[in-house]
């Protein structure tokens, strides 16, 4: 069974940087995607970026924030720069296999993932 382990949260200051990684394990397949989502206090889970295993195709909601992967660790890692209060939230990471080739954009939204980690938190101070 797949399993994630999402990691590198913490108290940071305004502006300053995290960067947090998602470690994968159990899959049986090469061709996956991981997407990191957040969810802040009363407020509904949002996809933050996205990448692929196959050809490192990669969709980021947040010009601050850049995703990036190690395949060889089965790791991705989630770079937050420039962080605001309003980042503050749990960040999670998904997993879901993707079909061979398959040209479709890795996607942000929560349905298109199958399996989720427990979540880092970035708590950012002002």
């Known amino acids: 069974e797949v399993q994630l382990q999402a990691s590198g949260g913490g108290l940071v200051q305004t502006g300053g940087s995290l960067r947090l990684s998602c470690a994968a394990s159990?899959?049986?397949?090469?061709?996956?995607?991981i997407g990191w989502f957040r969810q802040a206090p009363g407020k509904e889970r949002e996809g933050v970026s996205c990448?692929?295993?196959?050809?490192g195709g990669a969709v980021n909601t947040n010009s601050r924030f850049t995703i990036s992967s190690d395949n060889a660790k089965d790791t991705v890692y989630l770079q937050l720069n420039s962080l605001k209060p309003e980042d503050t939230a749990v960040y999670y990471c998904?997993?879901?296999?993707?079909?061979?080739?398959?040209?479709?954009?890795?996607?942000?939204?929560?349905?298109?993932?199958?399996?989720w980690g427990r979540g880092t938190q970035v708590t950012v101070s002002s």
């Open positions: 990448i692929k295993s196959e050809d």
């Open positions: 159990g899959f049986s397949f090469d061709e996956y995607k």
């Open positions: 998904a997993f879901a296999y993707v079909a061979y080739l398959d040209p479709s954009p890795c996607g942000t939204e929560a349905y298109q993932y199958d399996y």
